[in-house]
C-alpha cells in the first residue's frame, strides 16, 4: 500500500502560482511513477502531469504544457506540482497517484490522494 497526501491548494487569482504537494508513505516511493490529475465539477477527471521513477522525465497535458512542472524528491517521497499562469479553468480538485504503467490514464495508476482544491478567481 501508498498512501498519498496532497497539499498546497488554495483560491489564487488569474495569473498567479501555486505549488502543490503530494507526501507519500508506505512501499518504496521510488518505485513508482507519480502524476497528478484534476476534476472539475461535472467533468470527467484529467491528466495533467507524470513523472518518472527517477524523476527526470516529466510528462505533461497539452493544457498544462509550458505553466506547470512536475518534479519530485526521492529523499522526502514527495512530488510537487508548480502550477504558474493559472487561468480560471485551471480550477479543479487536484489529485496525485502512484502507479508502474507510463500512462496519462486514471485507471492505469493504483494509489490515489483525496485531494487538494485550487481555485483560480478571474
Known amino acids: 500500500q501508498v498512501q498519498l497526501v496532497e497539499s498546497g491548494g488554495g483560491l489564487v487569482q488569474a495569473g498567479g502560482s501555486l505549488r502543490l504537494s503530494c507526501a507519500a508513505s508506505?512501499?518504496?516511493?521510488?518505485?513508482?511513477?507519480m502524476g497528478w490529475f484534476r476534476q472539475a465539477p461535472g467533468k470527467e477527471r484529467e491528466f495533467v502531469a507524470r513523472i518518472t521513477p527517477s524523476g527526470n522525465i516529466p510528462y505533461y497535458s497539452d493544457s498544462v504544457l509550458g505553466r506547470f512542472t512536475i518534479s519530485r524528491d526521492n529523499a522526502k517521497n514527495t512530488v510537487y506540482l508548480q502550477l504558474n499562469s493559472l487561468k480560471s479553468e485551471d480550477t479543479a480538485l487536484y489529485y496525485c497517484?502512484?502507479?508502474?504503467?507510463?500512462?496519462?490514464?486514471?485507471?492505469?495508476?493504483?494509489?490515489w490522494g483525496q485531494g487538494t482544491q485550487v481555485t483560480v478567481s478571474p
Open positions: 508506505g512501499r518504496t516511493f521510488s518505485n513508482y511513477i
Open positions: 497517484a502512484a502507479g508502474v504503467v507510463h500512462t496519462p490514464r486514471a485507471e492505469g495508476y493504483d494509489y
